[in-house]
DNA sequence: TGCGTTATTGTAAACGTTTACAATCGTGCT
DNA sequence: AGCACGATTGTAAACGTTTACAATAACGCA
């Protein structure tokens, strides 16, 4: 059964297997009666067509493969949605690679563009070696690659992107704690080798710094994006000699960690330590208290990111590059208040 | 750049394109001089192979399908870490659709699977039309599907399957719930349309028949999967004029919206009302206070489900059939304590 | 040296589509 | 009726591999 090709359709239908073709992809070229025809031998036969010989002689697989840090992330997860619901409008199937374990993805990506098993690659994560491998391509400025929520490195700075403005955004994040009154404000970024980490950390300490408020040795901690790894941050933070009021975390997992250690620590949270978070995923309105956090239009990301990328596959290089900035918000919940003291 | 094919080889290296295809796929079969020079010219023209010509040619694509409820829920997301390193360990790569949304998927997935574009499929979500679709295939019980967590429904019990006992396990959590003393114990279980949400109810429901405790009416509700259709029920749960004093919530998820619920209406946990999860996603140990919870070998499943099915894709349908039971484990936190009254 | 055997290479077909081009058909017009 | 033209169909090539089979080269042995 699965092996009744089109020159089977074509015997039965009494047409040559062309006119079977254009019957299912350009029926307008084709007279109704004959159409009929076919479609009763596409019936009979229980024929479809072979989609590994499709892709291969157009040249096109319909999917496109998105790179991102951890599947795991509400975050990203939130992008994928809406990620797949532009790619299921526009006909694309969605692979997904994670950059989190092995560091082979990085070749293994670039040889999955170049030999064309897709169309077109989404980069949530910023995978480092890529940048080299992929610019050593050379035409490599107009591969189908877009950039999505990282900020760009400077080898991909040629590629389209969407992301908030994220050094605005921890700016944003960390007035709102000096406005409550805070003056002793930490920070738990997520991981050295992340860009996205990087620019909330620039944001943070341009904000502090506005405000003339110091940043002691020991505010500053890694929390490797984890709720486990921004538990160890918030209890070497806890035990600092000076002990911050407020703590700034790099997301939203990491704020989960940070809230239950803070209480682990018999404080309480928003009482004696506030807590900020960032990402707003569905879980922050639901932790204890409710996190008060910076709420990225995820699914809005993730759907223009993949149009932009079809743009990008249809269009060739014709297209813009210039990245696109999509706006943030201030969520205000309850895991923060005005310091005690 | 990109397109140099095997000719250009052929040609640069001055063997016929054979040569060449052997000379990369089967080195034994020539000779070390003309390995060398083909190997030369490859480096030389920047050559890699086309694969969708070879997909086409090997008619594979060593790409699977996973079809799961959601690529939202924890759960899932570590069942698909399972798969994942499975996947990569045998040249896998890993195309995820969701059911959730459209109901399109179900053809779309047959569909994918009958023109090979994929080689094989984790089931993870029932997906109901799927299985008339499937069955309606001549020789379906030779195709490489296998089912991964979800009980199995009448249709697809051909097909090998890796998963909990779930009946048992929701028995095991409301028997818990039983020994601490409870009597009045509801549960908020999935989606009607859910069979691993029945298995569970049905536990449930065995543990309180066999224990003679009675089930009210309106203490058995749908809580949609979700954060937000769990507080829903539980809402309805709260204002039951004869309250329970424990709720078993069939996933995680729901449970942590139930949790917060019931906060909400100004009653703590486990103090006034006992709740009690499913699936121990990561969450589960930071939400307030701790959930208690029936744990999954999540990533397990995911390895296992993914061996199974390249044994089912190498092997064909020579392969066992029989559904593979991993263990659960009930992991006590402290969201359950003895009733108050 | 010549023969048989094996190792290595080349030739050409095949996989199932799509599509440029040529051939045919049908229709309306004079 | 004959012609022109457009609509419809058929023929055959092409896409880039892999691989069965044939051809050749290399080698050992008498």
Known sequence: MPNVSIKEVARLADVSIATVSRSINNPEQVTEKTRLKVQDAIAKTGYSPNKLAQNFRRGRTNM?????????????????????AAARNKGYSVVIEETQLNTLTAD????????????????????SPF????????????LPIVIGCETISPELADFPSVHIDNIAAAKEATNYLISQGHKRIAMIYGQESSLLTKDRELGYRAAMKQAKLPIADGWVVEGELTIAGARKATRNLMSHNDRPTAIFCANDEMAIGCLHEVKSAGLSVPEDVSVIGFDDIRYAEVTDPPLTTISQPAEEIGERVMYRLCRRIDAGNGTSSAPEIVPHKLVIRQSVAKPAN
Chains 1, 2 share one sequence.
């Open 64 to 84: 496109v493969m998105v790179v991102l840090p951890s599947v795991g992330d509400p975050f990203f997860t939130a992008v994928m949605k809406g990620i797949r």
């Open 108 to 127: 293994e990506i670039g040889a999955m563009l170049v030999s064309n098993q897709t169309d077109g690659i989404i980069l949530l994560a910023s995978v």
């Open 131 to 142: 940048g080299t491998e992929i610019s050593s391509a050379k035409s490599h400025r107009q």
